[in-house]
């Protein structure tokens, strides 16, 4: 932001006015074109600027007034450069989903392989311990059918 040697956090209307070389009239009018330009009101309800407001008031003093701007080619170039400044917050907060989103999906089949490789030594095991069970049975089936033979 451009330094005016400006101390305050706020401004009323009549110092804008002063600082910038503009009726308070064409302050209030612009505020009704530009709805980027929107100064907040105290207690009272008079307009505070702050000095961001003040600094968009000279570019749409530039554009209008020097450059030979109509409002509405002057609300299209302030548009246009206020996206272009949240250009790259926005471009970073893609490129900081898509990071995300890419480790994820690198994470994903590790995890699937995991699971994948501890299914796969689980299976071997599984028939030995069947085969074990089975033979337990046939040995208590023989010690029963012994103690049955007997009684």
């Known amino acids: 932001m451009k330094d005016f040697g400006l101390k305050k956090l706020y401004y009323s209307i009549s110092e804008v006015s002063k600082l910038t070389g503009l009726e308070q009239y064409i302050l209030r009018y612009w505020e009704s074109e530009f709805e980027q330009l929107k100064p907040s ?23 209008l007034r020097d450059k030979k701007y109509t409002i509405e080619g002057a609300k299209q170039i302030i548009e246009d450069s206020l996206n272009k400044e949240d250009l790259p917050q926005t471009t970073q907060s893609v490129k900081t989903i898509h990071t995300a989103l890419k480790s994820e999906k690198m994470e994903k089949p590790k995890q699937h392989e995991e699971l994948s490789v501890k299914k796969i030594k689980e299976i071997p095991s599984k028939p030995k311990e069947v085969v074990s069970l089975k033979e337990d049975l046939s040995e208590i089936r023989k010690f029963l059918l012994d103690l049955y033979n007997i009684l």
């Open 41 to 63: 009101k105290n207690r009272a309800g008079n307009r505070i600027y702050t000095n961001k407001d003040i600094q968009l008031i000279l570019k749409i003093k530039e554009l």
